[in-house]
């Protein structure tokens, strides 16, 4: 089951969002707080880890230094975190795991699914909970859609390093027709881009990507 969280908007904005975007940070403090510290200088509206926060070591201070800057998180879990631990991390600091949720923010309507399928079950299993994300999503009150997974679609441009992308990725590209697609999970193709239909697609890797998004329906502020 999806997890739908809808919030009503209040205040008048300009309709420019910046995101900062990244993964991978297998547990790095200091890069998460070098992200934190440019999300503030940056003045991004908001900030998405896509998978792979954690590692097998205990690490403290991953998301304390987004909340000690004041910025909203939205993350999901990759192949190295577990839903529980990211369920965790989001609960501690009041941001939220994003994986089986639907989430409509000043005017983009944010779906995600996080993990790397094996196998034809699972990768049905994360193209129908990315479908059920969309289709929660109401399409009068958003402009915009970002549908953020750890891992990279098939026959896209991450495969380059010799890893097959996810056939269930790739069908929800081509069937839910997001406007973005964030995702990390292959390091050496970060910042690798591509369009694939109307889909822009983007691996913004662990030192993170400023994206800029004009969303129309973004008059009101959070």
Do not use: C
Not at 208 to 219: A, L, R, W
């Amino acid at each position: 089951m999806v997890r739908k969280e809808i919030r009503k908007n209040k205040n008048i904005g300009d309709g420019k969002l910046k995101i900062l975007a990244a993964g991978d940070l297998h547990g790095d403090s200091s890069i998460a707080s070098k992200l934190a510290d440019r999300a503030e200088k940056e003045k991004a509206d908001l900030v998405i880890l896509a998978g792979d926060i954690t590692s097998h070591i205990d690490t403290d201070n991953l998301i304390k230094p987004f909340k000690d800057k004041g910025k909203k998180v939205f993350l999901v879990p990759g192949n190295w975190d577990s839903i529980a631990t990211v369920d965790f991390l989001a609960d501690l600091y009041e941001m939220k795991n994003i994986h089986g949720y639907a989430i409509m923010h000043k005017g983009l309507g944010i779906f995600g699914s996080g993990g790397t399928p094996s196998g034809e079950n699972e990768e049905k299993e994360l193209f129908d909970t990315l479908k059920r994300g969309n289709e929660s999503l109401d399409t009068n009150e958003i402009d915009k859609k970002i549908m953020v997974t750890h891992m990279h679609g098939e026959n896209t441009k991450s495969e380059f390093s010799g890893f097959k992308g996810s056939k269930g990725i790739r069908k929800a590209i081509e069937e839910l027709q997001p406007d973005l697609l964030i995702h990390s999970h292959i390091h050496e193709a970060e910042g690798i881009e591509e369009k694939i239909g109307n889909t822009r697609v983007i691996n913004v890797g662990r030192y993170g990507k400023i994206i800029n998004i004009d969303s129309k329906v973004n008059k009101r502020v959070q």
